[in-house]
């Protein structure tokens, strides 16, 4: 059978893998085999989410979906973080895999709650949604899911005693456990910025995650690690770094969807107030122009992103929010040109010069001072993927380290 669970936490503490390894732990005790365990990530753009949008499935065996189900919502009863308005608890239990496509759909579009309690009846699931009962999509979202591609995800989890307080971590060894696993683990480390980022900083019970391409992977790159002792560890098999939740762009972006893009640059990027660079993108697909937007927190991406010239053909993967498309990453197809010439400073006053015409040289616009010539350069941007930083990173994404033939 398979057992659901979703929105438990809040940002004051919990973490619905938390409660589902516990869970595992105490079926495990009471006789029970609990097979696959999986971390589901949903639509990156649900308003609801208290922080990545995940639910988690068990795969048991042994027992009734009964008995199952009853010490699932014992569980949730107990932990859940009943107070916060935002957390909805559900918990679902099926006895075989239902359809994929409410998978689909919770992961790349929108549910609600009402046909969710449909579909459930309709399958026949046992089911408990507590509060608005929101927390049934995830959890029936996370027992319907299928991972054509998947990775995993080692978490290690605080003691109780010390939940609240600062994690205590050897920073180095983080740093010395990516460059041994590098690629196979990804998103420990950001080597650009030096710091530490598969540590989270909340109240949640969360010591480390580790995400890699297999569980040898990530328990080899987590026995290179020194920290307070985990309580406990556990490997969740997961559609994080797959790039799921991207939808081919059909001409039409509705709020909230992700799009995969193929198209050309028609308006050069600019950087505008707050440090957000925009730039103007016409699908192939024909239909409206995009803005797309890199945002301050993607850091140095943005200036791979300020290097794009007008006709460069690339490929966009990012959100759809609030008219313009969030940039997660991007592929340079072809480029316009290989080479640049930058607009000059004026050797007489130092102000900017521009073309005085075809053949002419430069004028500057203050002093009326003219060049003949400026050298060319090499544009600093070549064909190939560019990410946003491991920190700006959504866990749907896929890593450029995992992205060999797309
Ligand atoms: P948690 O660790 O508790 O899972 P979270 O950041 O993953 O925290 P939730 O607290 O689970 O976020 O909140 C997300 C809520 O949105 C859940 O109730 C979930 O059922 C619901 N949800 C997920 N995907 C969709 C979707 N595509 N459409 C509508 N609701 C969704």
Redesign the pocket.
């Known amino acids: 059978m398979f057992l659901g669970i ?4 809040s940002p004051d503490g919990m ?2 893998t938390y409660l589902g390894a516990m869970l595992a732990e105490n079926l495990r005790r009471a006789g029970y085999t609990v097979g696959e365990m999986r971390l589901i990530r ?2 990156p753009n ?1 308003v ?8 988690v499935c068990l795969e048991v065996t042994g027992g009734t979906p009964e008995a199952v189900f009853d010490a699932a919502c014992g569980l949730v009863e107990e932990f859940a973080e009943f107070d916060c308005e935002n ?2 608890p ?1 918990v679902v239990v099926v006895k075989e895999r239902p359809d994929p496509a409410f998978y689909y759909q ?1 992961l790349q ?3 609600t709650i009402g046909e969710t309690v449909r579909r459930l009846d309709k399958i026949g699931a046992l089911y408990c949604g507590y509060k608005c009962g ?2 049934l ?2 959890a029936l ?1 996370a027992v319907s899911s299928v991972l054509p591609d998947a990775t995993y995800e080692l978490l290690a989890y605080r003691s109780p005693e010390r939940f609240g307080t600062p994690r205590e971590i050897v920073e180095e060894s983080f740093f010395a456990s990516a460059a041994a696993t590098f690629p196979h683990t990804w998103d420990t480390v950001d080597p650009a910025a030096g710091t530490v980022v598969c540590v989270p900083h909340g109240k949640d019970p969360v010591l480390y995650g580790i995400r890699g391409e297999s569980p040898e992977w990530v328990e080899a790159s987590a026995a290179l690690l020194l920290s307070e002792p985990p309580t406990f560890s556990q490997i969740w098999k997961t559609n994080q770094g797959t790039d799921a939740h991207l939808l081919d762009y059909d001409g039409e972006p509705l709020e909230g969807l992700s799009y995969r893009i193929d198209g050309v640059v028609i308006a050069e990027p600019l950087t505008r107030c707050g440090g957000h660079v925009q730039f103007l993108f016409m699908p192939d697909t024909g239909g409206p122009a995009i803005i797309v937007f890199a945002f301050e927190p993607t850091k140095e991406f943005r200036h791979m992103v300020r290097r794009l010239l007008s006709g460069d053909r690339i490929t966009l993967c990012g959100s759809w929010r609030k008219n313009a498309l969030h940039l997660e990453k991007f592929r340079a197809n072809t480029l316009v040109t290989t080479e640049v010439r930058e607009s000059p400073k004026c050797p007489v006053c130092g102000g900017r010069m521009t073309s005085a015409g075809y053949g002419k040289g430069y004028k500057c616009r203050n002093c009326s001072g003219r060049i003949r010539d400026v050298a060319v350069q090499m544009r600093e941007i070549t064909e190939g993927w560019y990410e946003v930083p491991p920190d700006a990173r959504r866990h749907l994404a896929k890593p450029i380290a995992r992205m060999q033939d797309d």
């Open positions: 979703d929105d438990t936490d973490c619905t949903l639509n649900v609801w989410k208290t922080r990545g949008n995940a639910a957390t909805n559900g919770a579009r929108f549910c929101r927390g999509i995830g979202a």
